[in-house]
């Protein structure tokens, strides 16, 4: 009753000379654990309700793993697969990440059928076919999956934005902001105003190609504008930030018109605000 723990060990029923020929293959293929000759041979092993197996069979090959198209360069990204074993034998995957036929990194050890899933982060540019294999407990592998193509992306450019630092409220100010991508990417940007309105994402626009945006403050107030950047693979930028004092009021409304009617005394009047 204390041959038997659960652990990865090999029991040879005795039989005459075949025992020792048998014990002399496996440690040939490699096994370094113990090989046991057991006395009360294979009926007493089954009495006993240990498990026993003729022969084995590789698990099936792996699904195609699943992931993104796109990756951003040192950020964790997930890929995940499936598949069986037909001996129902515990598995785990090997993940072939550079396309070079050999694994790179092992999952543990799960039940069949379980998903796999691996973390993995790039830390460089380029094309990447991803395939995966399944070996079973015993030592069996699948065969390798079919290829996940991976590109590695470069995100853009944290924003450049220039505008109007201070001004009055109710009184429209232009900003320009811009960005770039050194894959050569288009580009859209996400505009916070700081008083809780956005522009959401633009129309997409070249690398290196400005774009200009207006906007009024309706209280007095420090606002902070903050502008992201995301090319058109999904990869994004870090916060840019411009910080904006609106302390001055607009002329009542009488004023403003008298002020149209005089663009000059207008320009005077405000110079001295």
Request: glycine share 8%; with cysteine.
């Amino acid at each position: 009753g204390d041959l038997y723990n659960g652990s990865d060990i090999i029991v040879y029923c005795k039989s005459g000379g075949r025992s020792s020929s048998a014990a002399s293959y496996i440690v040939s293929r490699g096994f370094n654990g113990t090989v046991y000759n057991m006395l009360g041979g294979i009926t007493d092993w089954k009495n006993n309700g240990y498990p026993t197996k003729n022969g084995n069979t590789e698990p099936s090959s792996p699904m195609k793993p699943d992931g993104d198209s796109y990756y951003t360069i040192n950020e964790p990204c997930i890929f995940t697969t499936q598949t069986t074993d037909p001996d129902d034998d515990p598995i785990r995957y090997g993940w072939d990440i550079n396309s070079d036929g050999y694994v790179d990194k092992w999952t543990p050890f799960t039940t069949s059928s379980s998903q796999g899933s691996l973390e993995h982060t790039f830390t460089y540019l380029g094309t990447f076919n991803i395939s995966v294999l399944a070996q079973d407990n015993v030592g069996s592998v699948s065969s390798l999956s079919e290829k996940l193509t991976v590109e590695v992306n470069t995100p853009p450019s944290t924003p450049t934005i220039n505008g109007e630092e201070e001004g009055k409220i109710n009184t429209n100010y232009e900003y320009t902001i811009v960005s770039t991508d050194a894959d050569g990417d288009e580009i859209s940007y996400f505009i916070e105003w700081g008083d809780g309105t956005t522009e959401g994402w633009t129309r997409t626009l070249p690398s290196a190609e400005p774009l200009t945006v207006s906007h009024e403050w309706e209280e007095k107030n420090t606002y902070e504008l903050r502008v992201q950047a995301k090319d058109e693979h999904g990869a994004t930028s870090d916060w840019s930030t411009l910080e904006l004092q609106m302390p001055k009021t607009k002329m009542y409304s009488w004023l403003t018109q008298f002020f149209e009617q005089h663009p000059i005394l207008e320009q005077l009047f405000s110079s001295i605000l």
